[in-house]
């Protein structure tokens, strides 16, 4: 695929704990030469797993920042059986701006496997994609809704053909203990950072943990202890990973949206009116939410139905809406044994 112009100033072969910076290419109207810095941390000890920890692929979710930052300063070698490599935050400029995007207006999670002689996106996906995840048995992509979605906050898996690869998937999310978790397809073109890592047989897990632009006290602990007990769970961290049942709680909720029609989308633009809350349970064809038109007083709003049955998992946090946003996803409820 090329050799990445991307630089690591840390050895990635090497035990013990460092933490250093991967360095992008990067010219502006201010200077000349610059680069980009994306801090990298990795802690290692022996010959066992590796997991790679990722936070802040959209800057507007800063769950798995935080949850990516606490790992990465307080995991010591001595706790690792194999090498823990974590990037707190992929798109440092989104996060200080709190935009899903970057400045440039690349969305880092469509940018896989990238290229060498891309965009820095496309470049930072391209160096992850043949440096990065190559190592990894363990692939870790925390997302949430940033703020134009609440999620049921979830652990989740896109589905995958190869059965022991999804097998190994389930493990990964039910490890994070979630009180739900949500198959899903891509309803949005192609470029994951989890496609990609699937795509290279790594063990996958991902999350979407709530979202709307604030994040809860008891969000920051599951971001925390699930992310803990998942590494634990594949033998990167000592410690023996918890179930729920050792935890008391009930089984998780199984959650699939892996049909167009679990997504609805906004028939035109207006202000969106949500009818539903997460959690609810819907029936064909029930409201689940309104676009009103604040030019048109005289226009009644237009309704979105559901167009399966099941639980509301996702709804839009923002009002302004845009035709063909999406407003509420709808998710049937299914069984394990479905995931084979
Ligand atoms: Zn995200």
Redesign the pocket.
């Known amino acids: 695929m090329g050799e990445s112009p991307v630089s690591c100033t840390i050895d990635l072969t090497a035990d013990g704990k460092q933490a250093g910076t991967l360095r992008l290419p990067r010219s502006s109207n201010t200077s000349g030469w610059s680069s980009l810095h994306v801090p990298i941390v990795s802690v290692a000890t022996g010959e066992g797993p590796t997991a790679l920890v990722i936070g802040g692929?959209?800057g507007d979710?800063p769950e798995g920042q935080v949850a990516a930052l606490k790992l990465a300063r307080e995991l010591q070698p001595e706790q690792v059986t194999g090498r823990v490599i974590v990037i707190p935050c992929a798109s440092p400029e989104a996060s200080r701006a709190f935009t899903r995007l970057w400045p440039s207006g690349a969305n880092l999670?469509r940018s896989f496997p990238g290229s060498p002689t891309g965009s820095a996106d496309e470049q930072l996906a391209h160096f992850l994609s043949i440096e990065l995840f190559p190592r990894a048995d363990v692939v870790v992509d925390i997302?949430?809704g940033?703020r134009s979605a609440l999620h049921l906050p979830w652990s989740e898996m896109q589905w995958i053909e190869d059965a022991a690869q999804r097998r190994q998937m389930v493990e990964g999310m039910l490890a994070w203990n979630t009180d739900w978790c949500c198959v899903y397809i891509d309803i949005a073109g192609t470029g994951l950072l989890v496609g990609e890592a699937a795509r290279q047989g790594k063990i996958v897990v991902s999350t979407e943990l709530g979202g709307g632009g604030h994040v809860t006290a008891a969000i920051h602990r599951l971001a925390a202890n699930g992310l803990l007990n998942v590494l634990r769970r594949f033998d990167v961290v000592e410690g023996e990973a918890v179930t729920r049942a050792s935890l008391g709680l009930p089984e998780q909720v199984l959650l699939m949206a892996t049909e167009l029609d679990n997504y609805l989308h906004a028939p035109e633009s207006g202000l969106f009116e949500a009818l539903v809350d997460l959690g609810q349970r819907v029936d064909v064809d029930e409201p689940v939410g309104r676009i009103h038109y604040l030019e048109r007083p005289d226009r009644a709003p237009e309704v979105i139905r559901s167009k399966t049955a099941g639980t509301v998992c996702v709804v839009r946090a923002i009002a302004t809406t845009d035709q063909g946003d999406n407003v509420v996803v709808v998710a049937r409820e299914a069984h394990r044994s479905e995931l084979g």
């Open positions: 692929v959209h979710e999670n997302h949430s940033g």
